[in-house]
């Protein structure tokens, strides 16, 4: 998945530190990214390179997290840096598909970051402007103390499965996630008061009409592309039962074979790592033997 990025380490505990030469600028406009990009590569500037570039003044940084030895800033003003130098603005999307994965993994981790911060300016409890806190990522308001962290939403995905079918869907036109032709899974926010397996079963439902049982908990992993955290999960139904699609947010939903589904393009997201265990017929130990490997290695 996205965060697995070793041998590389990811360390976000925050510190108030200067940036140095080699440290990496996060700078975004929207869902676009600063980066030199190729088809296969994305390379976030250099502190140094950003000087050079376009005259920053690396005082005005804000530390996001380390990779390694090389922390990551993000600069917050993106209308004073022009593309120059082979560097452009691209696609969040885009670019977390490209080499190094874990280049990939900085930009979109600092874009979340990015987002919210600039969502996060004034106090939504008196209005006052934000600052800061010197001890912990968050913003911090001057006047009254409230103190604001940063936003994950809470999401379900689930792989519903009959034997040897497995429930799959497509988005509508009208879905945010345009980008995406492949088939889906079925996933939804946590509501308030709400367990994850409550959200589960209501998201079923509603999707397609049809109840679950047998719940057993998969993976998870963060998605900043929405500014989530996903909670990836198996489910079984009954694939005899007639199926009520939600025509608001899917185009197609159908039960497919094991041996029709085609293979994922890469590995990135829990959705292709749900699709592949049970495509490869992977048992529950399995997968979960695979996982605590990936995890010894961070």
């Not at 999307?93 to 987002?115: D, E, N």
Request: proline residues 4%; glycine residues 6%.
């Amino acid at each position: 998945m996205i965060q697995d990025i070793y041998p590389h380490r990811f360390d976000n505990t925050y510190f108030d530190k200067p940036a140095e030469d080699l440290d990496r600028l996060i700078v975004c406009k929207g869902q676009n990214v600063l980066c030199k990009s190729t088809d296969t590569e994305a390379e976030l500037p250099t502190v140094s390179e950003a000087e050079e570039l376009w005259g920053i003044d690396r005082k005005s940084l804000y530390y996001l997290f380390k990779i390694d030895e090389a922390s990551y800033y993000l600069y917050s003003k993106p209308e004073e840096l022009d593309e120059a130098s082979g560097y452009v603005y691209e696609h969040i999307l885009i670019v977390r598909g490209k080499q190094p994965m874990y280049m990939a993994f900085a930009a979109a981790i600092g874009t979340h970051l990015s987002h919210w911060y600039n969502a996060n300016r004034f106090c939504g409890r008196c209005g006052h402007k934000l600052m800061h806190s010197e001890k912990i990522r968050a913003m911090q308001c001057p006047d009254c103390g409230n103190i604001v962290f940063p936003r994950i939403n809470p999401i379900i995905i689930v792989a519903v499965t009959d034997g040897d079918k497995l429930l799959v869907a497509k988005y509508n036109k009208a879905h945010l996630n345009t980008r995406n032709n492949h088939y889906v899974l079925l996933a939804g926010y946590v509501e308030i008061g709400e367990s994850y397996e409550d959200t589960l079963k209501r998201e079923v439902r509603e999707e397609t009409g049809l109840e679950v049982h047998n719940i057993r908990y998969a993976g998870s992993q963060p998605w900043p592309f929405s500014e989530t955290s996903i909670a990836g999960f198996y489910a079984e139904a009954d694939s005899s039962l007639p199926l009520r699609r939600e025509d608001d947010e899917l185009a197609e939903l159908k039960w497919v074979d094991r041996s029709e589904l085609p293979a994922r393009p890469n590995r990135t997201s829990i959705t292709d790592n749900l699709i592949e265990w049970f495509r490869h017929g992977k048992s529950y130990e399995e997968i979960h033997a695979e996982l605590e490997d990936d995890y010894k290695h961070k």
